[in-house]
């Protein structure tokens, strides 16, 4: 079972391919798409449409278990604030196997529609 975990939150969730509820957030399967079904909060302002680059990520293990970057997110991708080498749009990445992704500081949105924080103190839902 592949292991995504989401920093600075320190969050690393355990799930069985296929078995998340797609949310139609992204491309199933996708670093958004685990991310939404873990009640991670991970900004995507076109909806995971590959449109916006909100949903950015620094990949810090596991480049190689993340779908190939095609076109499309790499031309999107060159719009993206803090643009690195092992940069990915979350919402494009389909999870192949272990991952370590971090949020940038910038795109982290850590109050809830209650206006309560979500991500830190979460601990590991592994």
Known sequence: MPQVTFLPAGVTVEYVPGALPHSG?????????????????????????????????????????????????ADRLDLAAGLTLHSRLACQSVVLGDVVVTIPDWNRNYAGESGALTAEGRGSKA
Request: charged share 20%; with cysteine.
């Open 25 to 73: 957030h992204g491309r199933p399967g996708s670093l958004l798409d685990v991310a939404i079904g873990f009640g991670i909060p991970l900004d995507h302002a076109c909806g995971g449409h590959c449109a916006c680059t909100a949903c950015h990520v620094i990949v810090s293990r596991g480049d190689d278990q993340l779908s190939p970057m095609e076109e499309e997110e």
